[in-house]
């Protein structure tokens, strides 16, 4: 009796964000994805049974490439609200141009299944919920994240022409404003 071949899984998402990649998303199906994995197609969808699936798992694995990164920002000391924006911020700065088009790609793709973009509204809520004040310091942290997340989906849906440079100047301002806060708070990091 013969064994079936097993799919390695994060193969199927390296060949996924590269697809993603090359194309821009474009050329974002179920066959390139195979065909670049070095798998059939009916494998690809043994693994993962719909392209939303395919999606999903893809934008999983980036949110968690993405917050681990947020996260080996912000050390060991003790973290406030207002030190994960910046820290998110930062990253946000540090990301290549393709990987951010990627993450925009990939949320944007599920937006017809909002159901899928649970993880997306977590993140969110959690960087932008504490932050929740009609006025004062947190208000201007948050005016910052929704500038930086604004522009990056407005670029992400092709809603507007962005260049890179005008991106890192909104990221640049953004985390000016955000430490601009920090160093006339307590909230000063350590």
Do not use: C, W
Request: proline share 3%; aromatic share 6%.
């Amino acid at each position: 009796m013969t064994r079936k071949k097993e799919i390695d899984r994060d193969k199927v998402l390296d060949a996924a964000g590269a697809v993603i990649l090359e194309s821009g998303g474009r050329n974002f199906t179920l066959d390139a994805v195979a065909e670049r994995a070095g798998i059939s197609k009916g494998g690809l969808v043994y693994t993962f049974a719909t392209k939303d699936g395919l999606v999903y798992a893809t934008l999983e694995r980036e949110m968690a490439r993405f917050q681990e990164a947020v996260h080996g920002r912000l050390g060991s000391g003790p973290t406030g609200p207002v030190e994960l924006v910046l820290a998110h911020i930062e990253e946000a700065l540090a990301e290549d141009d393709a990987s951010t088009q990627m993450a925009a790609f990939l949320i944007t793709a599920l937006v017809h299944a909002p159901d899928m973009l649970g993880p997306v509204r977590r993140l969110y809520s959690a960087l932008l919920d504490p932050l929740r004040s009609e006025h004062g310091e947190f208000a201007e942290v948050r005016h910052a994240l929704l500038a930086v997340e604004g522009i990056f989906l407005l670029r992400g849906l092709g809603f507007a022409e962005v260049s890179s440079d005008e991106l890192k100047s909104v990221l640049l301002h953004a985390r000016n404003t955000v430490l601009a806060v920090l160093n006339r708070s307590a909230y000063l990091p350590l």
